[in-house]
């Protein structure tokens, strides 16, 4: 059974870097048939994507964080990551990772079971 | 950037009631359409993929339907398990965006 575990500091402090790291366990990350994900949402609201990193490396983020977010992946550790800077008060929320089906529809059919991270001082 | 508007955002219905969900998407997006399920203090759970495709393990009174613009998540019969928050989102093009999200509650 493929599994996703979030890890990393809960609380970063504005103007600092959040980072995060997604570790696989059930299967490889290194496989073209998927992509992973980071997903986030802040206390009592909506989904936000933030970014997708595929097999072949090839990024993808949301436009509206596109400045301070970077994707990676660590196939030697089944791991990746996300590193988000320049953090304020609005990035506090709870960040999920996912990994996503290239077949079928791209959607995202597992997920960690998330980790809050809080910005202040 | 492609919106999609959930409606309604909340929605109370009694057990073994029909219920049903839009999401409609402001440009096409053919079939690439899913929805999850958010229980609180969870993560989302895959219940629909390309739209009307049950997710394995998914309750059958759950079903998908739609394409282009217009989808409809229906539960055909409500049970208490399944108060929860739904959402939809697009995957046909990025960024990936998600619906709003409907919270349902049982009356």
């Known amino acids: 059974q493929l599994q996703l575990q979030e890890s990393g500091p809960g609380l970063v402090k504005p103007s600092e870097t959040l980072s995060l790291t997604c570790t696989v366990s059930g299967g490889s990350i290194s496989s073209s048939d998927y992509y992973w994900g980071w997903i986030r949402q802040p206390t009592g609201k909506g989904l936000e994507w933030i970014g997708t990193i595929y097999f072949s490396a090839n990024t993808y983020y949301n436009p509206s964080l596109k400045s301070r977010v970077t994707v990676s992946v660590d196939t030697s550790k089944n791991q990746f990551s996300l590193k988000l800077n320049s953090v304020t008060a609005a990035d506090t929320a709870v960040y999920y990772c996912a990994r996503g089906q290239v077949a079928a529809g791209y959607y995202f059919d597992y997920w960690g079971q998330g980790t809050l991270v809080t910005v202040s001082s | 950037d492609i919106q999609l508007t959930q409606s309604p955002s909340f929605l109370s219905a009694s057990v073994r009631d029909r219920v049903t969900i839009t999401c409609r998407a402001s440009?096409?997006?053919?079939?690439?359409l899913a929805w999850y399920q958010q229980k609180p203090g969870k993560a989302p759970k895959l219940l629909i993929y390309a739209a009307s495709t049950l997710q394995s393990g998914v309750p059958s009174r759950f079903g998908g339907s739609g394409s282009g613009t217009e989808f409809t998540l229906t539960i055909s019969s409500l049970q208490p398990e399944d108060v929860a928050t739904y959402y939809c989102q697009q995957l046909n093009s990025y960024p990936l965006t998600f619906g709003g999200g409907t919270k349902v509650e049982i009356k």
């Open positions: 440009q096409g997006i053919s079939s690439y």
